[in-house]
């Protein structure tokens, strides 16, 4: 079975700062992997996602993510964090093969302080 | 949001009545899902739908039942809702090339 782990609950980050939010996984074969950001009060917003290739993906936002497969990480980062940045942030995993449900991690909050 | 819609948007109930969510779709996608976000839990799979009639469970069932009748609706039924159920309720579509999902804006339910 599937899994994703989000180590830490609380991310705190100055304005300008570079940030990362970590995320591990675990699936059976290859993954395929997202980054879900949820503003208050709203529904979960797609970031990017990692499917095959380039371990660097790019997405919304100037977001982007580097899949190492070795550590089974996926780990979302922004080279300079905006305030408007703060909010929730989901990894999720599924296999590449089928069409299983993805598998969500518990979220981190991500506060950047002006 | 996909072409997604919840309804209703907010409820409040009483403990023992039952509760019926919409989730509905304008894109005509196959599969369909509800998950509830709990803080300390994230978002944790319901039930999911792989077509019209065609439901199966996931992680946290008990309680809750779902049909599909139609490809565009999916419902969510809480047959004698608890205060454990209380929570905010998502629905999301599978669309894209790689099945990302796609989330509708959610529905708070407080059970009391």
């Known amino acids: 079975a599937q899994s994703v782990a989000q180590p830490e609950d609380q991310v705190n980050v100055a304005e300008g700062n570079p940030l990362t939010v970590k995320c591990t996984y675990s699936v059976s074969g290859n993954p395929y992997l997202f980054w879900y950001v949820q503003y208050p009060n709203r529904g979960l917003q797609f970031l990017l996602k990692?499917?095959?290739?380039?371990?660097l993906v790019k997405g919304s936002y100037g977001f982007e993510a580097e899949f190492n497969k070795s550590q089974t990480s996926f780990h979302l980062k922004k080279p300079s964090a905006l305030v408007s940045d703060s909010a929730l942030y989901f990894c999720?995993?599924?296999?590449?093969?089928?069409?299983?449900?993805?598998?969500f991690g518990k979220g981190t909050r991500l506060s950047v302080i002006a | 949001d996909a072409g997604i819609t919840q309804s209703p948007r907010h409820k409040v109930t009483e403990t023992g009545t039952p509760v019926t969510l919409r989730c509905h779709q304008t894109?005509?996608?196959?599969?369909m899902y509800w998950y509830r976000q709990d803080p300390g839990h994230g978002l944790r799979l319901i039930h999911y739908?792989?077509?019209?009639?065609?439901?199966d469970k996931g992680e946290v069932s008990d309680g809750y039942s779902v049909s599909r009748s139609k490809t565009e609706d999916f419902l969510l039924t809480l047959e004698s809702a608890t205060s454990s159920q209380t929570s905010v309720y998502f629905c999301a579509i599978t669309s894209g090339n790689y099945n990302e999902q796609f989330f509708g804006p959610g529905t708070r339910l407080t059970v009391l």
């Open positions: 990692y499917i095959t290739g380039d371990n």
């Open positions: 894109e005509n996608h196959r599969y």
């Open positions: 739908s792989y077509g019209v009639k065609d439901t």
């Open positions: 999720a995993v599924r296999p590449n093969s089928g069409n299983t449900p993805l598998v």
